[in-house]
């Protein structure tokens, strides 16, 4: 096996846990996989959907409410996204963790948390960390809906959801995996007008595209906006749901995946800067 197994398959399965802090929906997906294996939910915001839905399951539970901690702790309203008092925080909430779990996670899936993860847990945990993201991590960044509206100014005709491994930079770890693709071709039509005018003006962000339409007094920006949501919508199910398990259960758990610095090796085979393609592999057993 080339590089370094992400998680070595031993006499017990692998132990993860899981951070939410909204609805809990990947989580469900990750955890209908394999209702068996041991894991521990995680989440900064106390009796938020996904934690009440853990405990329902008799799934131990972690909460720190990540507001109240930053004002007790250390007086402010902003949660930083650096700094030592950013490390508190992830210290003192993997700690109870780890002593839910018993010993250190496995594999930590980050699944709706809504908090970037501090340079102290991303180096503590690489390549122990993965995200998923609602678009080409390569290409396009930002949350929810905004990776797909980015991706039809650039005229792409498909988009893709990608798990990657959560390192120090925003969404930019190495990437484990990719979605089938999704056609844009039904919203085509209702695109129609939009995409004309983001031709006609050579519009290359969002940015450009608000400041252009209320120039021009119309309503382009929020048709985007709203065509966006529904892709993102679509995507999940297609995208999300079904790579964020493969990935855990049939690719990790599975001792599956090695990494050599930034490079992913799967079933011993190095794979792209973008990962493993639904589109060439389907979710196969083995890739050999």
């Not at 959801?161 to 039509?189: A, C, H, Y």
């Not at 119309?218 to 993102?232: P, R, Y």
Request: aromatic fraction near 10%; hydrophobic fraction near 35%.
């Amino acid at each position: 096996m080339k590089g370094k197994l992400v998680y070595t398959p031993s006499e017990r399965p692998l132990r993860y846990a899981c951070g939410v802090s909204g609805s809990g929906t990947n989580y469900d997906k990750i955890y209908e996989a394999d209702p068996k294996k041991p894991h521990v939910v995680f989440s900064n915001v106390p009796n938020c959907a996904g934690i009440n839905k853990a405990q329902a399951r008799n799934v131990p539970t972690v909460t720190l409410d990540s507001k109240i901690f930053f004002k007790k702790m250390w007086g402010i309203e902003k949660i930083p996204r650096y700094g030592i008092e950013r490390n508190s925080f992830d210290m003192a909430i993997m700690t109870l963790v780890e002593q839910t779990l018993g010993d250190e996670p496995d594999l930590i899936c980050l699944a709706g948390y809504d908090l970037w993860i501090g340079d102290w847990m991303a180096k503590r945990y690489f390549p122990r960390i993965l995200n998923v993201h609602p678009g080409d991590s390569r290409k396009y960044v930002g949350l929810g809906w905004r990776p797909t509206a980015k991706a039809i100014i650039a005229g792409e005709k498909t988009v893709k959801s990608t798990v990657f491994f959560v390192d120090e930079s925003d969404d930019g770890g190495p990437i484990l995996i990719q979605s089938k693709s999704v056609s844009l071709s039904p919203w085509d039509d209702k695109l129609y007008a939009v995409k004309k005018f983001i031709d006609k003006k050579g519009i290359t962000t969002l940015a450009e595209l608000r400041e252009m339409a209320k120039e021009e007094g119309n309503n382009f920006d929020m048709l985007l906006e709203e065509v966006s949501k529904e892709v993102q919508e679509v995507l999940k199910v297609e995208g999300d749901w079904k790579i964020y398990p493969f990935a855990v259960h049939n690719l990790i758990a599975k001792g599956r995946v090695s990494l050599d610095g930034r490079k992913v090796f799967i079933d011993g085979v190095e794979m792209p800067e973008y990962g493993y393609q639904v589109d060439i592999y389907g979710y196969a057993d083995s890739i050999k």
